[in-house]
């Protein structure tokens, strides 16, 4: 058929009673068939005031935003990205419909092709500046006040020596869980001389990896469990000396949170906290990848090229904290 005959409000609905009776031929419900013509009804509608400037052939995916954009705008009921994918579809349909029917061989679904929802990318939840000073202030009075209990001190020292890890190296759940103290190598880094931890870690896709933390910011913890305790295995055990999981670790650091007044989080929202920290200080963010094991460069950002080991330990140094300060 040709595609156009007269009007593009003509040609829209000429086409609509072919595309409809296909549908109802191929068993489309009577519902469905009500939502299909109901949204080209409207989008014929919509171009009752464009018919002297555009023709069928000139409708696009910029044209038919407008449309849902007119739409939203109008709507007393809220159009939200359910219903925008929803006349995004039967239009799509509609317009394949034409382009594989008319004599001209215009193809409307190329058209189309960038039609697509926008969505806004939800902010990955991290802790603020203060909320940091409140788990640290927390951390602090958890290790002047230990508990006379042997299992309830082992168990204070092992979350405060957890959490220090985490707010310093954002490490993640699973790769806590199989981290030994005798992986943390003594380390000093070429450029300050500061002493500094290197700590070798396992992450996703067994892929290992190197994280730093400054000594100053956990030996204090280390040298309490060291003199009070056991610490030739993992750190992430119970006072009974069974591993812990992700999910008890998890459980574990989001009573800190909670001792802290803050809402009960678990392990990731640390690894976002450290990678906000170091892109808001400037770090380059092929070595925030680095440090935080993403296995693309699309997680920060695609701009940089690999680095060495000194550079992701100088970039630890340039962003951390330093006894419980931000620096």
């Given at each position: 058929?040709?595609?156009?005959k007269?009007?593009?409000?003509?040609?829209?609905?000429?086409w609509k009673?072919?595309?409809?009776?296909?549908?109802?031929?191929?068993?489309?419900?009577?519902?469905?068939?009500?939502?299909?013509?109901?949204?080209?009804?409207?989008?014929?509608?919509?171009?009752?005031?464009?018919?002297?400037?555009?023709?069928?052939?000139?409708?696009?995916?910029?044209?038919?935003?407008?449309?849902?954009?007119?739409?939203?705008?109008?709507?007393?009921?809220?159009?939200?990205?359910?219903?925008?994918?929803?006349?995004?579809?039967?239009?799509?349909?509609?317009?394949?419909?034409?382009?594989?029917?008319?004599i001209?061989?215009?193809?409307?679904?190329?058209?189309?092709?960038?039609?697509?929802?926008?969505?806004?990318?939800?902010?990955?939840?991290?802790?603020?500046?203060?909320?940091?000073?409140?788990?640290?202030?927390?951390?602090?009075?958890?290790?002047?006040?230990?508990?006379?209990?042997?299992?309830?001190?082992?168990?204070?020292?092992?979350?405060?020596?957890?959490?220090?890890?985490?707010?310093?190296?954002?490490?993640?759940?699973?790769?806590?869980?199989?981290?030994?103290?005798?992986?943390?190598?003594?380390?000093?880094?070429?450029?300050?001389?500061?002493?500094?931890?290197?700590?070798?870690?396992?992450?996703?896709?067994?892929?290992?990896?190197?994280?730093?933390?400054?000594?100053?910011?956990?030996?204090?913890?280390?040298?309490?469990?060291?003199?009070?305790?056991?610490?030739?295995?993992?750190?992430?055990?119970?006072?009974?000396?069974?591993?812990?999981?992700?999910?008890?670790?998890?459980q574990?650091?989001?009573?800190?949170?909670k001792?802290?007044g803050?809402?009960?989080?678990?392990?990731?929202?640390?690894?976002?906290?450290?990678?906000?920290?170091?892109?808001?200080?400037?770090?380059?963010?092929?070595?925030?990848?680095?440090?935080?094991?993403?296995?693309?460069?699309?997680?920060?950002?695609?701009?940089?090229?690999?680095?060495?080991?000194?550079?992701k330990?100088?970039?630890?140094?340039?962003?951390?904290?330093?006894?419980?300060?931000?620096?």
């Open positions: 058929m040709e595609l156009s007269g009007s593009i409000i003509e040609d829209l609905c000429r009673d072919l595309y409809i009776q296909s549908r109802r031929d191929e068993g489309l419900a009577n519902r469905s068939v009500t939502i299909y013509s109901g949204v080209i009804d409207e989008l014929a509608e919509y171009s009752r005031q464009h018919q002297d400037e555009v023709a069928l052939k000139d409708l696009n995916a910029f044209y038919v935003n407008a449309f849902l954009n007119e739409k939203a705008a109008k709507s007393t009921k809220g159009f939200g990205n359910t219903s925008r994918k929803l006349y995004m579809n039967v239009i799509k349909g509609y317009f394949k419909f034409i382009s594989e029917n008319n001209e061989s215009v193809d409307l679904l190329y058209q189309l092709r960038n039609l697509k929802i926008k969505t806004d990318k939800k902010v990955k939840p991290a802790y603020t500046n203060e909320q940091e000073d409140r788990i640290l202030l927390t951390l602090e009075k958890l290790k002047n006040d230990l508990p006379k209990s042997r299992l309830r001190a082992f168990t204070a020292l092992r979350n405060l020596i957890m959490i220090k890890i985490l707010l310093n190296t954002g490490i993640r759940a699973n790769e806590l869980a199989h981290l030994r103290y005798d992986q943390m190598e003594p380390h000093t880094e070429e450029d300050s001389g500061l002493p500094m931890y290197r700590i070798k870690v396992s992450g996703k896709g067994s892929r290992e990896r190197y994280v730093y933390i400054e000594r100053e910011e956990i030996d204090e913890e280390l040298d309490l469990m060291r003199s009070r305790f056991d610490t030739d295995g993992l750190i992430a055990i119970s006072a009974t000396g069974e591993p812990l999981g992700p999910i008890q670790i998890n574990n650091v989001s009573r800190i949170a001792k802290a803050l809402a009960k989080r678990g392990i990731h929202i640390y690894r976002h906290t450290v990678a906000r920290r170091q892109i808001r200080k400037g770090v380059n963010l092929e070595l925030v990848r680095q440090n935080l094991g993403h296995s693309s460069i699309s997680t920060t950002s695609e701009f940089y090229a690999d680095t060495d080991e000194g550079g330990a100088a970039a630890v140094i340039t962003s951390g904290r330093r006894n419980g300060k931000r620096r």
